[in-house]
C-alpha cells in the first residue's frame, strides 16, 4: 500500500492519494480519469475526491490494478468488490485485465474472449482473483505477447491455463525461450480464424501487433490513443531497436482495417470508422516522418 508519508503535493485533499513511488504508468488515469490526472512533473496524483459511487468504485480499481502500489486509502471498505471487477469490459468480447505488473512497467494487457478459445494479449500480474476470473471465463487459449517488455509472469498463466504462447523469435529471451510458439519474419501470420499476427518492428527488432475481427489492433508500445484527446501517438524517445523501422511498420499499417487501437503503454483509442482511424494513423505518419 501506498505510504502517506510520502503523499505527493499535487493530490486533492482527502482519503485518496497517490504518493512518490509512482512510474506515470497512467493506468490510474485510464481507469477513473475525473479522478486522477497528470501533473507537470509526470506523476498520476488525485485531482479530485470521488464525488459518486462510481468514481469511487472505479478509483479502487486503480488502486488494485496499480503495478507499484502507488495509490493509497485509509478506507479500505470497497477494495475487495473493486478487485473482483477485472477484466474490465472495453467491448463486448474485449476486456482490460488490470492488475498491471511492474516488471512490465505497468503495461495494460487484456483478454478477448471468443468461442474458439480467449486470448491473453500480453501478461498482467498472475494476482488470485484474476486467475480465478479468467478461469470463469473458459481460461486462455491464446497468450499473445506483443514484445519482449510485456510478459512478465507468462509462465503462471501457462501452468494455470495451458496456453500457448507466442511471441516473435526476433524477442525471444532466457526468460521466454519456453514460448510454444515463434513468429518468423516480417510477413503476417494467421493465428487462427479471425486472429493476424502482424509483425511491426521498430520499438523492438520482435514487436508484433495483433488483429482481431479487422476492428481490434493490439499494438503492445508500437502505436497508442493521445491521453486526453483524438488521435495516435508513437514516440522516438521510447523506440529501443529502430525509429526508421517503427515508421515504416506504421506504414505497413495503412494496408489493414480496423477501428480501435489498444496499446501496452498509452490510451486505448476507437475511431469513429476504420476510415477514420486510416486519416489519424496518416496524421501521425506526416509528424513521424519528420523525426529523425
Do not use: K
Not at 486467475?131 to 473458459?138: D, F, P, S
Amino acid at each position: 500500500m501506498a505510504r502517506a508519508a510520502a503523499r505527493l503535493p499535487e493530490n486533492a485533499a482527502g482519503d485518496l492519494y497517490v504518493d512518490d513511488t509512482c512510474i506515470d504508468c497512467a493506468l490510474c488515469r485510464q481507469l477513473a480519469p475525473r479522478v486522477f490526472h497528470r501533473s507537470a512533473r509526470g506523476l498520476s496524483y488525485v485531482h479530485a475526491q470521488p464525488s459518486s459511487e462510481e468514481d469511487r468504485g472505479r478509483s479502487l480499481m486503480a488502486v488494485v490494478a496499480c503495478p507499484t502500489a502507488s495509490i493509497g486509502t485509509a478506507d479500505r471498505a470497497g477494495v475487495r468488490a473493486a478487485s473482483l471487477r477485472f477484466p474490465d469490459p472495453i467491448a463486448p468480447d474485449v476486456e482490460q485485465c488490470g492488475y498491471a505488473s511492474a516488471d512490465s512497467y505497468g503495461a495494460s494487457s487484456y483478454l478477448i474472449r471468443r468461442p474458439r478459445g480467449n486470448v491473453l494479449v500480453d501478461s498482467p500480474r498472475a494476482a488470485g482473483p484474476l486467475l480465478r476470473r479468467i478461469a470463469e471465463r473458459g481460461g486462455v487459449r491464446f497468450m499473445f505477447l506483443t514484445h519482449r517488455d510485456d510478459v512478465a509472469d507468462h509462465r503462471a498463466f501457462r501452468e494455470r491455463f495451458g496456453c500457448e504462447r507466442i511471441l516473435h523469435a526476433a524477442d525471444v529471451t532466457a526468460g521466454t525461450g519456453a514460448v510454444e510458439r515463434r513468429i518468423e519474419g516480417h510477413d503476417p501470420v494467421q493465428i487462427d480464424q479471425d486472429l493476424i499476427a502482424i509483425p511491426v518492428p521498430g520499438h523492438t527488432r520482435g514487436s508484433t501487433a495483433l488483429l482481431y475481427q479487422e476492428t481490434f489492433l493490439f499494438t503492445g508500445d508500437h502505436l497508442w490513443g493521445l491521453e486526453g484527446r483524438s488521435g495516435l501517438g508513437a514516440s522516438r524517445d521510447v523506440c529501443w531497436y529502430s525509429w526508421t523501422e517503427q515508421v515504416r511498420s506504421l506504414e505497413r499499417l495503412l494496408d489493414w482495417r480496423f477501428s480501435w487501437v489498444l496499446p501496452g503503454h498509452g490510451s486505448p483509442y476507437c475511431a469513429e470508422s476504420p476510415e477514420a482511424m486510416q486519416r489519424d494513423l496518416r496524421a501521425l505518419l506526416a509528424r513521424a516522418r519528420q523525426i529523425r
